[in-house]
Each structure stands twice: as C-alpha cells, then as structure tokens.
C-alpha cells in the first residue's frame, strides 16, 4: 500500500489549497481516511478525519475552514483548506486506516502561508 499526497505549496494569507492523496495497492475495507500536520518543532497533529461513511471531523483550529473529502471509488481524499493562516503551516501527512485497524502514512506535502 502506498499513499502519495500532493498540493502543498507557497500561498499568501487568506488563500486556499487543495491537498489531494492517492492511495494505491491492495487496499480493502478502508475505515477512516484523514489528515494530520506538523510544524516546526511541534507535534503531529489530527487535522480532519473521515470515517467510511462519511461522517467527518476536525480540529478546533480548522473548523469552518478546511473540508475534508474523498472518493472512495478512487481511494483518493482530499483536504479543501480555505483562508489559510501563517499558523497553518506545516508538512501534512494523509493517513488511512484498514478495518484491520492496519495504518498507512503518505509522505508529506509542505504548505507555506506567508504573512
């Protein structure tokens, strides 16, 4: 199984990006897909998370402002990050868990907001 995330790059304050993960391989029975980040000098951290039937979840922070999604004929996710904050940058990591509770981490894509 492997995931490659995608759409990180450089954005000025109050723009958006979309953040895209393909995962591809053998992968049954996904449970739940969802992104997590990581600052500088920070801990990994839940962003959006999205169970296999849909229902969707967030951190305080990005409430209102990130929509995560996902094509689960593809088993590709997305993250919609709207009027993005410098605080907002980091590497973020997409991440799938198999029912079998297996888990599986993309690579990493960098988003940078710029004051």
């Known amino acids: 199984v492997q995931l490659q995330a995608y759409g990180g790059g450089l954005v000025q304050t109050g723009g958006f990006l979309r953040l895209s993960c393909d995962a591809s391989g053998v992968i049954f029975s996904i449970d739940r897909m969802g992104w997590y980040r990581q600052a500088p000098g920070e801990q990994r951290e839940l962003v959006a998370s999205?169970?296999?039937?849909?229902?969707?979840n967030y951190a305080d922070s990005v409430k209102g402002r990130f929509t995560i999604s996902r094509d689960k004929f593809k088993n590709t996710q997305y993250l919609q990050m709207n009027s993005l904050k410098p605080e907002d940058t980091a590497v973020y990591y997409c991440?799938?868990?198999?029912?079998?509770?297996?888990?599986?981490w993309g690579q990493g894509t960098l988003v940078t907001v710029s004051s």
């Open positions: 999205i169970t296999r039937s849909g229902n969707a």
């Open positions: 991440v799938i868990v198999l029912r079998s509770l297996d888990t599986y």
